[in-house]
């Protein structure tokens, strides 16, 4: 399972690059209003740095809803570096942007999936990667897992090259649980990612080891 870091943070792209699990990076446009960027130059800038810190896979969202509008931008986004992915909202312009861009051979990343018939959607139209949104699915009480479960079944029935890249991940046990799914990635903040490394017998049993250890050197 590929880990992308969800956040257009570069302090904490820096310190998930830095522990060496890191695969790529998604954005959307909360996040990067999130960091206090503003106007296209500046939004541009970013993505370029955030591209100049990781190997592959950086995904940037266009505004438009139209398909000329959605188009231009990927058209546009896609120029400032070969890692951009470009995600495309799920509506009937975007199925048909997504069609259209990989047909042009640019990757896109399909987002706002909340149902398997969407997904199926994206990935007949060529999308790279579609992205269901588990967290936001739990927050209304709908089983995100159990989606996430449903569309990487029926990709596998049909051998569809779209990965699917399961989003609005919140907690460890949603990695876990997308990991034992067999996902092809996850994309989740820093902290989700951080927390996988903590348990209290690791840090007691580590404790342990050094003070044996300093007493053989007393
Ligand atoms: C990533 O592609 C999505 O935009 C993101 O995971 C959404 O996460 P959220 O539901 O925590 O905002």
């Known amino acids: 399972m590929k880990f992308f870091i969800d956040t257009a943070n570069l302090a904490e792209i820096q ?6 699990i890191l695969d790529g990076v998604t954005t959307n446009p909360s996040l990067i209003a999130k960091e206090g960027i503003h106007g296209e130059e500046a939004i541009r800038n970013h993505y370029k740095a955030i591209c100049d810190i990781v190997h592959d896979n950086v995904s940037a969202e266009v505004i438009a809803t139209d398909l ?21 909202p799920m509506i009937q312009e975007g199925v048909k942007a997504i069609k259209y861009l990989s047909s042009e051979g640019l990757n896109t990343n399909c987002t706002l999936v909340f149902t398997a018939g969407q997904a199926l959607l994206a990935a007949k139209a060529g999308a790279t990667y579609v992205s269901p949104f588990i ?10 897992l159990a989606l996430i479960e449903q569309i990487v079944h029926i990709f596998h029935q049909y051998n569809f090259t ?6 609005s991940v919140r907690h460890p046990m949603h990695l876990i649980q997308c990991a034992e799914i067999g996902v092809d990635v996850a994309t989740c903040p820093l902290k989700v990612i951080t927390d996988l490394l903590h348990h209290p017998l690791t840090d007691k049993g580590l ?10 050197h007393a």
């Open 162 to 167: 779209t990965a699917v890249l399961a989003a």
């Open 15 to 20: 310190e998930a690059h830095a522990l060496g």
């Open 207 to 216: 404790a342990k080891f050094l003070s044996d250890h300093k007493g053989t």
């Open 68 to 88: 000329k509008g959605m188009i231009k931008e990927a058209e546009e986004l896609a120029k400032i570096d070969d890692k951009i992915v470009v995600k495309i």
């Open 135 to 144: 967290g936001r699915l739990d927050d209304v009480a709908s089983d995100g």
